[in-house]
């Protein structure tokens, strides 16, 4: 089992940038990465989860939520592995825990999570 762990949260102005990085210590994923199809989650206080970004590690174009396209960019290194979401002009509704989720080719739903990374984006 995959434990993603999220990195690169915390306090921002409204309009300034951030990026979230995403990996794991398992051998498993650096080895089945480009297979992984990763994304990006949040969930605001009293609010459902909200899908941010996805893009399948392999290559091929990224998805993004209505909220967040043209400001954020869904990126990886898979020679680390690594993935990353760049968050570009952030307004304080950005504001939520956001998490990394992945799953391998062909599941529908997300297996494997990390514990999610604050970020917070004050007016």
């Known amino acids: 089992q995959v434990q993603l762990v999220e990195s690169g949260g915390g306090l921002v102005q409204a309009g300034g940038s951030l990026r979230l990085s995403c990996g794991a210590a398992?051998?498993?994923?650096?080895?089945?990465?480009?297979?992984?199809?990763m994304a990006w989650f949040r969930q605001a206080p009293g609010k459902e989860r909200e899908f941010v970004a996805a893009?399948?590690?392999?290559?091929?174009?990224?998805a993004y939520g209505d909220s967040v396209k043209g400001r954020f960019t869904i990126s990886r290194d898979s020679v680390k592995p690594t993935v990353y979401l760049q968050m570009n002009d952030l307004k304080p509704e950005d504001t939520a825990v956001y998490y990394c989720?992945?799953?391998?080719?062909?599941?529908?739903?997300?297996?494997?999570w990390g514990q999610g990374t604050q970020v917070t984006v004050s007016s």
């Open positions: 989720a992945g799953k391998r080719r062909g599941q529908t739903e997300y297996t494997f």
């Open positions: 398992e051998r498993a994923f650096s080895n089945y990465f480009v297979a992984f199809t």
């Open positions: 893009r399948y590690m392999g290559g091929g174009n990224a």
